[in-house]
């Protein structure tokens, strides 16, 4: 199979097989599994682990990456996806992480807003006795 491949910065395109750029890509993938395990063992994190691993980004759309990630650190691995109705296209992995953080953004923000409110109630009844 053959996959077109864009160059940097827009200066045109070029083919290759598939096997070929797979050679090229799955040791680096693999040194990265490598590293996330050095890092994960280092830090203790491992051990707080036991649901896995969940990829996210452009990478992980690569085809065997999850059961690389299994095989490389031992940890069940799953695909991440936003949960959205719509728009369609921010469901996919690649925008999974950032989607999940303005959301995150998005409920921390309403919490504080409510906090905020309660605090200036409190204020507003406390000014009454006081």
Do not use: N
């Amino acid at each position: 199979e053959k996959i077109r491949v864009e160059k940097i910065a827009g200066r045109g395109s070029y083919t290759i097989e598939s096997k070929d750029l797979v050679r090229i890509i799955q040791p680096r993938v693999e040194e990265i599994f490598e590293l996330v395990e050095k890092e994960l063992t280092k830090s203790g994190y491992r051990e707080l682990l036991s649901a896995g691993m969940v990829l996210t980004g452009g990478t992980s759309l690569l085809r065997g990456i999850k059961e690389l990630a299994e095989d490389q650190l031992g940890l069940p691995t799953r695909i991440g996806q936003a949960h959205l109705e719509e728009p369609q296209e921010l469901t996919s992995p690649i925008y999974a992480t950032v989607v999940g953080l303005l959301l995150y953004g998005i409920k921390r923000r309403e919490e504080l807003a409510s906090k905020e409110r309660l605090g200036v109630r409190i204020k507003e009844w406390l000014k009454e006795f006081f």
